[in-house]
């Protein structure tokens, strides 16, 4: 439709197809006015006013949709154009060569207006098509007694195409013609009026991937599992494991393709949360009816042998995503130095991520992904055996903290929060690296219960913690990855000495980049002691002590 015209739907009903509501609204308007079609149009057959196709693009996460925008690609005569949508204004960027039905990293997009506007959003994720509609429309004009267009009505039948083409309801909208405004809302009146006609308040956008079985913001690599405070501890436990289980299946389709790197992040996430869960309430898991404590370890080996795997890709895709960030801040040597490093980089990317392919293609992989949904899902859906928590508790196997997800919950966060705690104040100015990163590992796990049981929180008081532990986080993880990083480069340059693929003035240049992660990872180490008493002084404790008292019981 027009931007800006409020139009309407011809769904049909009480028998009647949207052809037939379509049918209506024109003896309607015929009764009032002279009904002709365009010139160069036929009324019903579908075969004058223009045929659009529009597809629809975003990430897989859907941040477009997430962030309240809509961005479609219309085909024209010369290439198309971009539409990026936010409310009611509409930015249009003109693109030649484009074609929709592929997936586009942001540097695929020419420069201009659209691709201003969401480069800080979408990137590193590649925009996909996520429907495609095609759209017939046959435009009427209205006329007076005086043989005058007062208004035009114009009649869209939008359809999904594929092997079996969905056809969604036809829409309709009146248009104005200076000054005939009167004419034109009794034209509109008519048409609202009509049986089996309704404004039309949902896009075409959303009734296409509703048609096509999508739901928009399908995907999400939160872990938002569905956990009440009551539930059973080992439902709980299993409920969560599944949705991170879910998110691994999601994206394994993604890291074949190699659509974008964040398929393979979200995977590697999910996996490390896996093995951070098992850790923290696998033993949950286990008991009369669930897993053997051979069985838990086995699984928490195989996700362990899973993260391992995607490790390498994983931090050569981080080199090559900063690349060109970490070139530009080069001084002494010039971006171009860095370039023999950058092909170097990416021939190693290619070998190691066939190497992940392979293994994620395996038997072990399949059957490990396999099995550990059988298991959880029957340990779900198992029926409550009316045990109490007490009972619980004494049991020589199966030593859940307690028979609710809300004792779980508050005793193994509080016994993480309690280690973030114990290991920051040991640490001194002349602590090792190591201890800054076991208190890393320490803040992650906590960071992840609190993910976990973040249904059983009060939002305002979690929100609080989470932030503080986050800056905490911050920090800890730069003085980590810039040392990680470090080491990293030193043995990829004696890799290329090794190779014979490394000129002098691009070993130079690594130097350079070494020297400012160290400066970096100095920076890190001295804020840390603001960063840990903000989370863990008195205060930090209180607010632990807040947020853990609705959930234990």
Partial sequence: ????LAGFIASGDDGQTGDDAVAGVLASLA??????PEHGSRPGSRTDGGTRRLTWLDTFDWRLYRAGLSLEFATARRGGELRLTAGDVVTAQPVTGFQPSRPHLLGDLPDGPVADRIAGLVAPRALLPMVTVTTVATAYRLLNSDDK?????????PSVPGAEPRPLPPRLAVTEVRGYQTEARRASRLVGSGPGIAPATEPVFAAALRAGGHSPA??????????????????AAATILLRLLDTVDANVTGVFADTDTEFLHDLRVSVRRTRSALKLFGDALTGRKGLTADELAFFAAEFKWVGDMTTPTRDLDVHLLDFELTAATLAAAKPDDLEPFRVFLEQRRRREFRALTRGLRSQRFTTLTRDWRTRLTALQQAPVNGKTAATVRSGSSGKAAGETAGSLAAERTRAAFEKVVKRGVAITPDSPAESLHDLRKRAKELRYALEFFAPLYDPAVSGKVVGDLKRLQDVLGEF???????????????????AGEAPAVTLLAMGEVTA????RQRAARAGFERRFSAFADIDGQRRMALLLRGTAG
């Fill in 480 to 498: 980590q990855d810039t040392e990680v990083q470090i080491g990293e480069i030193r043995a990829l340059a004696a890799a290329m000495l090794a």
């Fill in 31 to 36: 009764a009032e006015f002279t009904v002709r």
């Fill in 516 to 519: 400012g992660l160290a400066a």
């Fill in 218 to 235: 399908g995907y999400s690599n939160k872990i938002d599992a569905a956990i009440t405070d009551t539930m059973p501890a080992p439902r």
């Fill in 149 to 157: 267009t007062v208004a035009r009505l114009v009649v869209e039948h």
């Fill in 1 to 4: 439709m027009t931007p800006g």
